[in-house]
């Protein structure tokens, strides 16, 4: 089985704080995602990335950023975290190919005070 | 316009009906279409992928793909309580880059 794990289920931050959100994967994907789940809005890609080193942005890039220095894990930053960055981060991963089905992580909720 | 659209809910079905889910999208290059159950507080899970015009089932789920309408569906046929949870339809570019609907959350009632 696929698992792709985020590093922390709930995080309570600060405003202003750097927040890193870290996922792993174990599957060899070369493919791996971060989203934002807000009532209302869906799921919003932030960042993604298909191969180490490489990263583009999604739909909202502003105010985060994302590292992936190992294939099996991708950082997601926010360099100064707001509140208006409450909420729910998905990560996910998909193998190569055409198929693109995303494998998810179970989330991280963030709080941001 | 919403890139991915999909119909509003909630939806409501009694147990052992049909429930039908839509999708309609708008950039005619998607390659992949897919639909992800997310139940309350959990990560999306994949239940159905489709990637050419025409039916596609599994089980109880089927899913239908018009490109030329840029329609895809689900229908869920003897609907259980267990099937009580939001649906994602998610649509993929060529590039591997996916764009979700808002879902429909379905309630199936006992």
């Known amino acids: 089985d696929v698992k792709v794990t985020q590093s922390s289920r709930y995080l309570v931050k600060r405003t202003g704080e750097k927040v890193f959100l870290e996922c792993v994967q174990d599957?060899?994907?070369?493919?791996m995602f971060w989203y934002r789940q807000d009532p209302g809005l869906g799921l919003r890609l932030i960042y993604f990335?298909?191969?180490?080193?490489?990263?583009e942005k999604g739909d909202i890039p502003e105010g985060y950023s994302v590292s992936r220095e190992k294939k099996e894990r991708f950082s997601l930053i926010l360099e100064s975290a707001s509140t208006n960055q409450t909420s729910m981060y998905l990560c996910?991963?998909?193998?190569?190919?055409?198929?693109?089905?995303?494998?998810f992580g179970a989330g991280t909720r963030l709080s941001v005070l | 316009q919403k890139e991915v659209e999909q119909n509003s809910g909630p939806l409501s079905v009694p147990e052992g009906a049909i429930a039908s889910l839509n999708c309609t999208y708008s950039?005619?290059?998607?390659?992949?279409f897919f639909w992800y159950r997310q139940y309350s507080g959990k990560s999306p899970e994949l239940i159905m992928s489709?990637?050419?015009?025409g039916d596609k089932e599994d089980g109880r789920f089927t899913a239908q793909l018009n490109k030329a309408s840029q329609y895809v569906s689900l229908l869920i046929r003897d609907s259980q309580p267990s099937d009580s949870a939001t649906y994602l339809c998610?649509?993929?570019?060529?590039?591997?880059?996916?764009?979700f609907g808002d879902g429909t959350t379905l309630t199936v009632k006992p």
């Open positions: 950039d005619r290059g998607s390659q992949s």
């Open positions: 489709i990637y050419s015009n």
């Open positions: 599957m060899d994907h070369e493919n």
């Open positions: 990335s298909y191969d180490v080193k490489m990263k």
């Open positions: 998610a649509v993929t570019t060529n590039a591997g880059k996916s764009t």
């Open positions: 996910a991963s998909s193998p190569p190919g055409g198929q693109n089905i995303q494998y």
